[in-house]
């Protein structure tokens, strides 16, 4: 019984370093494709130049991709949403917290639940 209740509460958070990684890429690819001219692109260094050289020759390509990388984001937490029901986590809560994170985060989150083994039930 207790088997039972673990596997429909199943949650893990995303690592720290994974949640920065994301935040922060996803802060500075927002910024290039909403506010191109507050990236300070000298400070930057190859980083800088390369972003710079990529916003004034392929922005329409960048803006592509930013929406395709959100509408990827989104395809994954619903994904991780069936991902659930076949591990057998039925918890609505827990579900959405999986379908959120994995939102935000990506295959970071989908790693977590894909590696979740639940304990086989006896007949």
Known sequence: ???DKVSSTYFRRTSFF?????????????????????????????LGNFSK???????????VGY????GLHLAEALYSIKI?????ITNVNVQFKWAFQTFLF?????????SYEPEQKDK
């Open 18 to 46: 994974w949640v920065t990684f994301v935040i922060g890429s996803l802060g500075y690819y927002t910024l290039l494709m909403f506010w191109p001219q507050s990236v300070p692109y000298k400070s930057l260094g190859p």
């Open 106 to 114: 990506g295959m970071p989150s989908l790693w977590h639940l894909w």
């Open 67 to 70: 929406w395709l990388a959100w």
């Open 53 to 63: 050289y990529l916003v004034d020759n392929y922005y329409s390509h960048l803006y």
């Open 1 to 3: 019984m207790l088997a």
């Open 84 to 88: 659930c029901s076949d591990k057998g």
